[in-house]
């Protein structure tokens, strides 16, 4: 199984600054990557797929990057709306997510 | 508009059955793959099981294999996941997503599953 490993745990910004989230694979995913967006008593949100791709209405302030094992997920200029928990998940390789890392407002 | 609509969550017991049912709309549903996509409480994701278009070819995740059942009626639009011998690490709320391959775009609201005695 391939472990996603993200972090920080918890990423406490203010509104306006760029938040960069790690997401770590235990072995080779290649570009297979997708990050996504939670917000509380809501489903997840596809943002970003094959490690850099936007999501239909992803807004343009989130971008990805990385392959093989190392990614990232950076938000330009954080909006109130950002505010949430944002999870990686690997489809190379069955499908697996990381644990979370949640972007609080400081 | 896209709907993925979930229903038969509910209280069961350790060793019980439970069938979900997961109604689109909005979207050709027999020419999209489906998954079905768990979350327990505090805790990230985990994919479960997918189905492709036909019905002929389903995945699980290993902790399900042999317990859980994938299958669809393109008639219907609906996809359905049968859990049999639940545990308590079954306990989490089921979503049904459209699976296209680089990720699940769309999502229902899911439904709760509580396995206790």
């Known amino acids: 199984e391939v472990v996603l490993t993200q972090s920080p745990g918890t990423l406490s910004l203010s509104p306006g600054e760029r938040a960069t989230l790690s997401c770590r694979a235990s072995?080779?995913?290649?570009?297979?990557l997708a990050w996504y967006q939670q917000r509380p008593g809501q489903a997840p949100r596809l943002l970003i797929y094959?490690?850099?791709s936007r999501a239909t209405g992803s807004p343009d302030r989130f971008s990805g990057s990385g392959s093989g094992t190392d990614f990232a997920l950076t938000i330009s200029r954080l909006e109130p709306e950002d505010f949430a928990v944002y999870y990686c998940?690997?489809?190379?390789?069955?499908?697996?997510f990381g644990q979370g890392t949640t972007v609080e407002i400081k | 508009e896209v709907q993925l609509v979930e229903s038969g969550g509910g209280l069961v017991q350790p060793g019980g059955s439970l069938r979900l049912s997961c109604a689109a709309s909005?979207?050709?549903?027999?020419?999209?793959?489906m998954s079905w996509v768990r979350q327990a409480p505090g805790k990230g994701p985990e994919w479960v099981a997918n189905?492709?278009?036909?019905?002929?070819?389903?995945n699980y995740v290993d902790s399900v294999k042999g317990r859980f059942t994938i299958f669809r009626d393109n008639a219907k639009n609906s996809v359905y996941l049968q859990m049999n011998s639940l545990r308590a690490e079954d306990t989490a709320v089921y979503y049904c997503?459209?699976?296209?391959?680089?990720?699940?775009?769309?999502w229902g609201q899911g439904t709760l599953v509580t396995v206790s005695s």
């Open positions: 997503a459209r699976d296209v391959g680089h990720g699940h775009d769309y």
């Open positions: 909005g979207f050709s549903f027999s020419k999209n793959w």
């Open positions: 189905i492709k278009e036909d019905g002929r070819t389903k």
């Open positions: 072995q080779s995913v290649s570009n297979y």
């Open positions: 094959d490690a850099s």
């Open positions: 998940q690997q489809y190379g390789n069955s499908k697996t």
